[in-house]
């Protein structure tokens, strides 16, 4: 199931500073969970890249190609 996009409904009216000033708060914030939960998301995306790859994994019991129907 893929998650649906995060939305902003009825967002304030920012001038281009403030919205600037946001964003390098957002970019901040973003990087200090990135460093702190680095081995969390490190281990969650090898798990996610093992189950990926498990897709395209040949086996050999379960595949026949000599094509006859």
């Not at 902003?8 to 970019?27: H, I, K, R, S, V």
Request: hydrophobic fraction near 40%; include cysteine; charged fraction near 25%.
């Amino acid at each position: 199931m893929k998650p649906s996009p995060l939305q902003m409904n009825d967002a304030p009216a920012l001038t281009g500073e403030a919205a600037a000033q946001c964003l390098d708060f957002l970019y901040a914030l973003i990087t200090a969970f990135e460093n702190y939960y680095a081995s969390e998301l490190r281990q969650a995306h090898q798990i996610e890249d093992r189950l990926q790859q498990d897709l395209f994994t040949h086996h050999e019991a379960d595949f026949d190609d000599d094509m006859s129907f």
